[in-house]
């Protein structure tokens, strides 16, 4: 081995993420005193961070601000030894006992690693959705929705992103069209409280209603056209916000044995154990995954007790 | 993860100015940021860690200044950082995108 390799950093575990679910499983880590690095290429907390306010996560009655739950997890992982790294991991390949990560920060050793990267907003895939990405289309409400105050404004999407952003960005539009291909999926609380913003006339909601073309100029987004029922409609609109699901951050993983599914979504036995030994995953990132975020939190304390067992030695075989 | 917005932020899709000789130092560092942005956290709280200074606008406290902040990085989100370098250059950062920022601050 050269010097060079020598000096390659070695941990015990390396989190890939630092959503709820990978800081969670970076506080059971620490806590079992597993030494912990984690990596985080985007915004601490992930998705959870950039949504307005979380109400179905437990211990907040009154709900919690997304911003604020990422800070605290954060806090929390800090408190017992986490060290996140801004920074993102490129590669991972098997070496045997140690794991190979290349990352922006250099290569590294992990003796187990967990791919905690979430997911991230789907692009609709029409026309002017990438010439108007930032200048009057969106995929962030709690980033870009103060640039909107006292205009107008379209959501695209039904889940409970899109009805959660759209009843945020009330507080800066002066009108919303929300635009559903189908029909409404969020809770039926967030429905009813979006039923508010509707009585009131701040959001009109469109039903069987696909989006078929964002239209503008050079100084930004002008219209939407829509197609309900064979027949199109324009509305006029300064701005366009996008939450229609969610996809993989598993790029990095596709030129590795470790088996995703047709999405791009990491496939894990019952141990939250990846193909590639030693390699687990948890969250929103997982087949299987629920995208919520108490699950993503309990997943990664799943992994974290999985991955203590697999430096241990003494994993348990999956029950079938 | 092309096919996601956040990625194109972090990649940056502004070109950056060629450096001729040696690297120029750091006047002044200013970012738009808004209260709810999580990005905007992550750009103070880098440059925070490097222990380097900056200034503020917030767009909640001064949406006077949305104009200024469209107008310099021709788009309508935030965060923007612009770095005005000693001799006046100034290079235009959008979204928190490191692989931009941290040698911009450097």
Known sequence: ?????????????????????????????????????????????????????????????????????????????????????????????????????????????????????????????????????????????TC????????????????????????????????????????????????????????????????ATSTQNI??????????????????????????FVFVGLLPNTQFLKPTPIRLDEIGFVITDQNLHTSMPGVFACGDVRCGATMQIASAAGEGATAALKIREYLEGHMHPIQN | MTVVAFDRLRQGFLKRPKVQGGPIMVKNITIFTTNTCAYCHMVKKYLGIK???????????HPNRQAEAMEISGTMTVPVTVVTKQDETKEVIIGYNLARLAPAVA
């Open chain 1, 1 to 141: 081995m050269s010097d060079k390799e020598t000096q390659v950093p070695k941990h015990d575990v390396i989190i890939i993420g630092s959503g709820p679910a990978g800081l969670t499983a970076a506080i059971y880590t620490t806590r079992e005193d597993i030494e912990t690095l984690m990596f985080e290429r985007g915004a601490v907390g992930g998705l959870a961070a950039v949504t307005d306010k979380i109400d179905n996560y437990p211990g907040f009655p009154e709900g919690v601000e997304g911003l604020k739950l990422a800070d605290d997890l954060r806090k929390q992982a800090e408190r017992f030894g986490a060290v996140i790294e801004l920074g993102e991991v490129t590669a991972i390949s098997d070496e045997g006992e140690y794991k190979r990560l290349e990352t922006t920060s250099g290569d590294m050793l992990a003796k187990a690693i967990l791919v905690a990267t979430g997911s991230d907003y789907k692009k609709i895939g029409v026309p002017g959705e990438q010439e108007f990405y930032a200048r009057g289309v969106h995929y962030c409400a």
């Open chain 1, 144 to 207: 870009d929705g103060a640039f909107y105050r006292d205009k107008k404004l379209a959501v695209v999407g039904g889940g409970n992103s899109a009805i959660q952003e759209t009843i945020f960005l009330t507080r800066f539009a002066s009108h919303i069209d929300l635009l559903v291909r189908s029909t409404i999926k969020a809770s039926d609380v967030l429905q009813q409280e979006l039923e508010e913003y509707v009585k009131n006339g701040k959001v009109t909601v469109h039903l």
């Open chain 1, 215 to 240: 239209v503008g100029d050079t100084s930004g987004v002008k219209s939407v056209t829509t197609q309900k029922d064979g027949k199109n409609k324009e509305f006029e609109v300064d701005g366009v």
């Open chain 2, 51 to 61: 222990g380097i200074n900056y200034e503020e606008v917030n767009l909640d406290e």
